[in-house]
């Protein structure tokens, strides 16, 4: 909307410059069709950098250890964060930032807490280094298909997936342990959509005898699954 306005005042901008242009005589015409060149070029140009920062993009670089509680609620324009110097996301930090669709969390990330990206609907990929180890009810009401979970993780929220069928979810460690996330506890996918709607959950040979025997109380409904 800022890019229009500057544009629509460029006319006004013309016409007052061509009665400056009158009223100083023709011996200054060629100085002011140089100013009216220089001036529209400059109004252009400034336009578009004005509508690139307040509409097109907004990337944001968080420099502390812990995000603050609703700290981009319902940001539509976000569209990227960079989490390397972040440890804790806090709860309900980019939550209905429907801008986001994808979110990398590098090495220093090593606790996301509840709801912080509930509603984010847009959201396609989501992607861990090795070293996160607490995964609480992040992503509630988000429609992600795939999400892997790295080997460091080694706690997990309950009720993480409430609502989410025919989605995958990948561990690449053994079987975490689960954690209230606000003192009622509930497995990871608490909802029964039935056979092969429920969500798939597939991990490493080596643990699926450790994932069998806490599928009830951690994992939930769901078709597990080895690789």
Known sequence: SVFWIVLLLQPI?????????FFKGMG???LLLNNLIISTFLGFIAGLIINWIFSARFVY??????TNKQLFE??????????NKVEIVDEESF??????TSIHFPSSVRTLMPF??????????????????????????????????????KWIGDSWYTNHDNMTLIFKGDC???????GSVHPI??????????PLVRVPMEYYENYLANQETVLGYCRLSTY
């Open 13 to 21: 901008n013309t016409i007052a410059y061509i009665f400056d242009g």
């Open 28 to 30: 200054d015409a060629k």
């Open 61 to 66: 670089r968080y420099e502390k250890k812990t």
């Open 74 to 83: 319902n940001c539509s324009k976000l569209k990227y964060v960079d989490f």
């Open 95 to 100: 939550q209905w930032c429907t801008g986001l």
């Open 116 to 153: 912080a990206f509930q509603g984010c609907n847009n959201l396609e990929s989501i992607t861990f280094d090795e070293g996160i180890e607490t995964v609480y009810g992040s992503f509630s009401g988000s429609i992600i298909p795939t999400i892997t979970l790295p080997a460091s993780v």
């Open 176 to 182: 975490p342990s689960l954690v209230s996330t606000y």
């Open 189 to 198: 996918f608490s909802v029964n959509y039935g056979g092969d709607s429920n």
